[in-house]
Nanobody, 119 residues
Framework: QVQLVESGGGLVQAGGSLRLSCAAS????????MGWYRQAPGKQRELVAE??????NYADSAKGRFTISRDNAKNTVSLQMNSLKPEDTAVYYC??????????????WGPGTQVTVSS
């Protein structure tokens, strides 16, 4: 079993910054894809940023403001969010595609962390 634990959410004024982190623990052989998603009230969960190998993908809303990074040795992924806007308010979820062996892999989600940006 694998657990994901997120940290770093909170309340910030528009224009401010937050850094989210997510750490994976448990039966991990390797981690392929790591990413951050978010879900605002009444909306579907959407991709914010993901990193797979050396490839990084950002949602248009995140480009130029958010930076995703990973530490393979620590099984962590972080999201630096700058120039935050009220429309960034959402629950942010960490997602990892974890290989528990050479053969088996599973997608795991963190419990979510609330980010609230006040105007």
């Amino acid at each position: 079993q694998v657990q994901l634990v997120e940290s770093g959410g909170g309340l910030v004024q528009a224009g401010g910054s937050l850094r989210l982190s997510c750490a994976a623990s448990g039966s991990i052989f390797s981690i392929n894809n790591m990413g951050w998603y978010r879900q605002a009230p009444g909306k579907q969960r959407e991709l914010v940023a993901e990193i797979s190998g050396g490839t990084v993908n950002y949602a248009d809303s995140a480009k130029g403001r958010f930076t995703i990074s990973r530490d393979n040795a620590k099984n962590t992924v972080s999201l630096q969010m700058n120039s935050l806007k009220p429309e960034d308010t959402a629950v942010y979820y960490c997602k990892m595609v974890v290989h528990t062996s050479r053969t088996f892999w599973y997608t795991y989600w963190g419990p979510g962390t609330q980010v609230t940006v006040s105007s």
